[in-house]
């Protein structure tokens, strides 16, 4: 509440304008109207007493009269005051009522009514519930006392006391009329502006909604592009190192490749981590269910993370139970990569000396499913007891002298957590300040028939894919050496064109086995061209396998509703470019 008016103030208006909120003001004009509805009785009642010889009458309106009038004044000069001033209306108003009943009419009547029904509406709605039941009570008591006692009780007539003489009692039923409906009036009207005010809050709410999804999807939009920008580069400095490193390098060279590789694994993770936490935000992860070794994916995954855990002269232990050694499930290796590579690379990052054991355990096997527990544990650092919440949070590390000290941005753990959700998986935290920490999770994976070649074969020792037809659309000048390159290592001679269009072109003049086709590119990028290939009469060429070749991760049911048959995710290495294609090879070998 505002500060007090000026001591001369008579105006109403600047009462209720010193208040904010809809409610006082309306309860302001509510005390005022009631208070000069009552100095209007008391001057009547003081009139007819006067007229009519009643003295006791003459001296209970003139107090009232000299009441009121204080009131009015106090109520304009200081409306902060409304509280004590409601208390003191309201217990005017039931001496009014004791003492008619006491000392003048001695029984019931309109007048008297009128009294209570003011007094009760009064209560309530200018002191609330709990006062308003009080005083509720206390009026209405001594009109329950009477009707007990047996008294007569004359609601239409002025009984046997020194009841006011007519026409003041008539007017002063007027009056009370006039003064409830005026008081129901302003009450609900100010229920009214209160909704309206709460309509009009809710309509700018809706819009501050609309408008901060729009900015979230703006943000996604800017993070999904960034993140293919960003990987597209990162696909060649990846898939170069990967040549370079199979074409054998000097050991020294190998060291430096080596460096190389580690250094973009841990910009792809960073970049993975943020576009995972904008996915995440904005419910847009799906998980795959591709068939693959969990052993070998883990041994993969952890070779290079033990370059980095060798190069602080840690000793790195993979732990895995044999009877995992040849399970295949069903499932998503590229998140299940991610949460390693976080955890391990944590680990790591935290441990100066000791070690860091990656250890997979058989906890349950069925016919369809595989359960699998996971942990990581380093002899790092630790954790505090009173951070280990924290550490899931976004952006959060245990302290900030670890910023300073090991970098990061604080996302690894929160995205590990999330992901996990999505295999329906929690992570368990141990951790002992200066000796080490544990994390831990349980998932239960769909097994799935086995392999029929491992994965990680060397592509010498694989068949022969040289007949392929294959026709590549990428707009990237870099990607599409790299690709060349790659390919050529299979044997294989691929047309490349720079986008969409001329995609469609080259397809319309040869016949191809497969497609990989850069979702992103100018003229007609990959979704439409795709749709074009889709469309034609040919039953041959509208059904030619194409494979997303895409650097963005965020696509996946986009990909699959657009007509094409696989995805192959930059940045790409051997292995998995050889995969794709011998999946083209059998394809063929079987519609030949």
């Not at 991610?338 to 906890?363: D, H, R």
């Amino acid at each position: 509440m505002s500060g007090e008016l000026p001591f001369f103030n008579w105006s109403l208006k600047k009462a209720t304008d010193s208040q904010s909120e809809s409610f006082i003001k309306a309860r302001i004009r509510l005390i005022f109207t009631i208070l000069i509805f009552s100095l209007l009785k008391s001057l009547v009642g003081l009139a007819t007493a006067i007229a009519n010889e009643q003295w006791l009458q003459v001296k209970r309106a003139a107090i009232a009269l000299v009441l009121y009038t204080v009131l009015i004044k106090i109520l304009l000069y200081k409306p902060a005051k409304l509280r004590p001033l409601a208390h003191i209306m309201i217990l005017a108003g039931i001496l009014m009522v004791f003492s008619s009943i006491i000392f003048f009419s001695h029984d019931i009547n309109l007048v008297i009514l009128q009294f209570v029904f003011m007094i009760v509406l009064s209560g309530f709605y200018t002191l609330g519930g709990k006062w308003g039941f009080i005083y509720a009570f206390i009026s209405v008591l001594p009109v329950v006392i009477v009707v007990l006692l047996g008294d007569d009780v004359h609601i239409f007539s002025h009984g046997s006391g020194q009841k006011l003489a007519s026409p003041g009692y008539e007017i002063l039923a007027i009056l009370n009329f006039i003064s409830i409906v005026v008081a129901h009036y302003l009450f609900y009207k100010a229920f009214s502006v209160n909704i309206q005010e709460k309509e009009k809050l809710n309509l700018q709410l809706q819009q501050s909604a609309t408008e901060a999804n729009k900015l979230a999807e703006s943000r996604a939009n800017f993070l999904s592009t960034m993140s293919h920008e960003l990987r597209t580069p990162l696909n060649s400095v990846l898939g170069i190192t990967e040549l370079l490193m199979r074409d054998n390098p000097e050991k020294r060279q190998q060291e430096n490749l080596k460096i190389l590789q580690l250094s973009t694994a841990d910009l792809l993770s960073l970049i993975n981590n943020v576009l995972d936490f904008n996915k995440t935000e904005s419910d847009k992860v799906v998980l795959e269910a591709v068939p693959f070794q969990l052993a070998e994916l883990i041994e993969n995954k952890c070779t290079v993370l033990q370059i980095k855990a060798q190069d602080k002269q840690l000793r790195f232990i993979l732990d895995i139970d044999e009877r995992l050694r040849d399970t295949v499930v069903a499932s998503d290796p590229t998140r299940l990569s991610q949460i390693i590579y976080n955890l391990v690379s944590n680990a790591v990052k935290f441990t100066e000396q000791g070690s860091i054991t990656v250890k997979l355990a058989l906890k349950e096997k069925t016919e369809k499913n595989v359960q699998v527990l996971f942990s990581v544990t380093d002899t790092g650092i630790g954790i505090h007891p009173d951070r280990q919440e924290s550490v899931f949070e976004m952006f959060t590390q245990a302290e900030s002298h670890i910023t300073r000290k090991y970098g990061g941005t604080g996302l690894g753990l929160a995205i590990v957590k999330q992901l996990l959700s999505l295999f329906d998986s929690s992570i368990e935290l141990n951790s002992t300040p200066g000796k080490g920490t544990s994390f831990s999770f349980l998932i239960n994976f769909a097994t799935a028939p086995s392999l029929a070649k491992p994965a990680t074969a060397a592509p010498q020792e694989r068949a022969d894919l040289s007949h392929l037809r294959i026709l590549v659309a990428e707009d990237n000048d870099v990607n599409r050496l790299l690709i060349k390159k790659q390919m050529d290592m299979l044997q294989l001679q691929p047309a490349i064109v720079e986008n969409g269009a001329l995609a469609f072109d080259a397809l319309m003049a040869h016949d191809y086995d497969a497609i990989f086709m850069d979702l992103h590119m100018p003229v007609s990028d990959g979704y439409q061209t795709t749709k074009q290939i889709r469309a034609l009469a040919d039953a041959a060429k509208a059904g030619v396998h194409i494979v997303a070749f895409t650097a963005s991760v965020t696509e996946q049911e986009k990909i699959f509703e657009n007509g094409f048959d696989d995805f192959l995710y930059k940045p790409v290495n051997m292995n998995d470019l050889y995969d794709k294609l011998e999946k083209i090879a059998q394809r063929h070998n079987t519609m030949v």
